[in-house]
Each structure stands twice: as C-alpha cells, then as structure tokens.
C-alpha cells in the first residue's frame, strides 16, 4: 500500500481509503456478511482510511463498521459526518422531500455522542459538518465542533461540499483538516476555487463518487437498478444524459483496456494523479471491486493518456448534473 499524508497532519493514510455508504444504504440489496468481509479484506490491504456518517441507513452503517473497528482500532482512521436528519425517522438520500440539514450546535453535541454510540469507540479520528447549513452561520457550526476536539471526542474536523469562502470562515476559528467534496473526471467543480483555496490553507481534498457513482462500471445496467437504488434519481442516468454516458464510458474504456486496466482503475488513477494532497474514498461493498480500486494506485499516467482523457471529455460533454434539483442547493455553500 502507498500512503498519503492528510493534510497538515502527520497522519500517514492509505492513498485509496474506502467509503462505507453502500454496505448498508442508497445502491439496492445489501449483504452483512459480504460488507464485513469487505471490511477485514480492506485490513489485509493496508486500507486504513474508512469513511461513514450518521445519514447511512440512519446510524446502521456506523454499527455495522464497529464490527470490525472495534477489535481494529489501532489500524484504522474512521472519519463519519453529521448534518442531515429524518423528518419521519426514515433514512432517504439529501434531496428527498423528508430529508433536511441541521448544522446547528445542539445538534451538533447530540450528534457526535450518537456517532461515538453507534462506532463503540472513544474518539472519532475525522468528524465532517456533513453540509454547510444555509441557516446557520459556519463559524458557528465549527465553533461547536471546535469545542469537541477540546473535549477529547473528535482528533480532527472537517468540511463536506463548502464553497471557498466557507472554507476560509471556519479555518479561521478553527484548522480544518479535510475538505470532502465529490471529484471525478466527470465533476470538477472544485477546481475552479475550492482546489486552489484548500491548498493554499494545507486541507487535503477527501473525494467521494470519484467513479461517478458507479458510471464506470454499471452504465449499461441501469434497467436492472432497484426502485430504491439512490442513482434511479441523479441526472447523469437519465435521458439524454444517459446516452452521452453510455458513449462517453465506451471510448473511455477502450482506452482502459488498451492499458490493461480497467475504466474505474483508469478512472481512479485520474483523480490520483491530480495531486499527492488528494486521498479518493471510492465505495463498495464487495471484495472484487476493493481490489481493483487498490490496484488503481499503481496505474501511471502519461501526458498523451491525459490528453486524450480530455479529447474524450470534450467529444460528449452533456454528462448532465451529478444531482438533482434538491441535493445541488446544498452543495458549495
């Protein structure tokens, strides 16, 4: 395994962590016994960077980790989030109509102490504000999690999809560790100002869905998805979209293939190759695609193979949203 380190920490991570989302939430069936599996083969691997949040399956995830954390907790770095809440106590994904943000500092304390609960641990190594509350200043919401690293129950803190100038009010009240934002070759919003913004202060950039969610991999399966499969709603496998997906994903990997690789691993070796202060969490649940997310690590990249990354890109640019309507007024703020 190589390892990177996060931030201005001396916290040395794997350079591919594992985002723990699915095992128990927003893509179909779920199997326990196949997740925990995942889990100890992610050990063997040297994947020492798990990530959850409260919002999983509303805690069920967090439980389902402690499994393994508990017994292997000098060998993992366990970040989780909080934020989102259940108007009727049932778990939805952030645009649904029963799904609002609470970034609050009395949430804020009940939260991390359910969290801390449902991990069975002491100390949450990595705690995101989930979002940036639109109703609740940031140096407030940062203030309160400020508090808890004083109190011994979070070592570090983060922020999940804050625009730059969020990024730069809460680093004043306190160090913010890691910036975790959905980056891809697909979504590149934080280049433009987040990037350059996060590097300047030495927050390491966390990326999620740096597979587009799956696109890589199961573009052509969208007509087997469950009715409760989170992705059924993102723009991206919809419509017109779709079709530009579908075209975009072929040539993209033959040009995987031409490696001896494949277009995740391609796909991965991509957002690794933006920066050494970039540690991608791409999830899954099953052993197989741990794997092959692990071999990505060794794939190199040429300048050519950039530029024709880009060709590609640029031959099907309607990609669409990476959310809907309702998840997007939540993110960059």
């Not at 916290?11 to 594992?18: D, P, R």
């Not at 609960?117 to 999690?145: C, F, S, W």
């Not at 730069?168 to 280049?191: C, F, G, M, R, W």
Request: net charge negative; glycine share 8%; with cysteine.
């Amino acid at each position: 395994m190589k390892f990177r380190k996060l931030g201005n920490t001396g916290e040395q991570l794997s350079a591919i962590g594992l985002g723990c989302m699915g095992m128990s939430f927003a893509y179909g069936p779920t199997d326990e016994k196949e997740s925990i599996d995942t889990l100890h083969k992610a050990l063997d691997l040297g994947v020492n960077f798990w990530d959850t949040a409260d919002m999983y399956a509303n805690g069920e995830n967090e439980k389902l980790i402690s499994k393994v954390l508990v017994p292997n907790r000098d060998k993992i770095f366990i970040a989780t989030k909080f934020g989102f809440r259940f108007k009727d106590g049932k778990a939805s994904h952030s645009g649904a109509p029963g799904t609002y943000f609470d970034g609050s500092p009395e949430w804020i304390r009940q939260a991390v102490d359910l969290s801390l609960q449902r991990l069975k641990i002491d100390t949450i190594d990595l705690y995101y504000a989930h979002r940036v509350d639109p109703n609740v200043p940031v140096e407030e919401t940062v203030g309160a999690m400020a508090e808890l690293v004083k109190a011994g129950k979070v070592k570090y803190i983060g922020l999940s999809e804050a625009s730059a100038e969020s990024i730069k009010k809460a680093n004043k009240i306190h160090p913010i560790t890691a910036l975790q934002s959905e980056y891809s070759i697909l979504t590149k919003d934080v280049e433009k100002e987040i990037l350059p913004t996060i590097r300047e202060l030495g927050i390491a950039l966390v990326p999620y869905s740096p597979l587009a969610r799956g696109l890589f991999a199961n573009i052509n399966e969208v007509q087997n998805f469950g009715e409760d499969d989170f992705r059924r709603s993102l723009p991206r496998y919809q419509e017109e979209s779709l079709e530009n997906n579908r075209k975009l994903v072929q040539e993209f990997n033959e040009l995987a293939s031409s490696k001896g690789i494949k277009g995740t691993q391609l796909a991965l070796a991509w957002v690794l190759n933006q920066g050494d202060d970039i540690i991608p969490i791409p999830g899954t649940k099953r052993i197989k695609y741990l794997e092959e997310n692990i071999g990505a690590i060794d794939v190199e990249l040429s300048q050519s193979e950039l530029d024709t990354i880009d060709t590609i890109l640029k031959k099907y640019p309607n990609v669409g949203e990476r959310y809907n309507e309702g998840s997007m007024k939540l993110v960059n703020n």
